[in-house]
């Protein structure tokens, strides 16, 4: 067996103890393998264990890795987990199957617009800057709801929250805190964890909504550095 297939192996078995401790579906607990900066030979690896579910954090880079492997399998879904720039919508919609990171109005705008021209809606999640912290992309909590309405407003298919705690607080206050905006704001699903703290996001998969836990070198070991 690869590595990969055993660390895709342990982190399945860990959904499924905690799902089965805290009385959740573990069908509603995904695992989105973050392929960033790791080599071709890795993500066949994964493919081979019929892993289909991955995340990118750069356009370019993720057609790159993907787009010859998208013509041998159909099924592989891909979530832009990075900040995006208004010049590179276009590919973004076009590649991706899901954007996790709408952190801005004018990024809102941009995506409608292409959205509709390329008749091609790509569920949206609304990154929340939870810690408030200046450095960080995302919405302020205090500005969630109205920036949904707005979103509303263009369009845009909002299905979920996603969030990347600050580094020195523990991730599961803010993991609890972005399950509660959701539930405020009408929302189902929630993509938080990552390799260090997903087993801190398990537990609040949301009642009635779909959890994505974005693993990187949990699943593919270390990543060379940017
Ligand atoms: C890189 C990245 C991950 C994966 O990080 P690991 O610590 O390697 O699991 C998850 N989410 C986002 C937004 C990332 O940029």
Known sequence: MSDISKNIETIQTIIQKLAKAH????????????????PLEKLKEALECGHRLFGENRVQEAIEHWADFKKEHN?????????????????????????ETLDREKLAKTLSSEMKKQGRS??????VNTGDEPQ???????????????????DLDIVGLMCIPPVDEPPAL?????KKLAQENGLNNLSMGMSADYERAI?????HGQLYIRIG??????????
């Open 23 to 38: 009385d959740i579906a573990q069908d509603n607990i995904h695992l989105v393998a973050v392929s960033k900066r790791q």
């Open 75 to 99: 099924d592989i879904k891909l979530h832009l987990i990075g900040p995006l720039q208004t010049n590179k919508v276009k590919d973004a919609v076009s590649f991706f199957d899901v954007i």
């Open 122 to 127: 790509l569920p949206c999640f609304v990154q």
């Open 136 to 154: 960080k992309a995302g919405i302020s909590p205090k500005d969630l709801s109205l920036f949904l309405t707005l979103c509303r407003g263009l």
């Open 174 to 178: 803010h993991f609890a805190f972005l």
């Open 203 to 207: 537990p609040l998969c949301p009642d």
């Open 217 to 226: 070198t949990g699943v593919f070991g270390a990543r060379d550095s940017a």
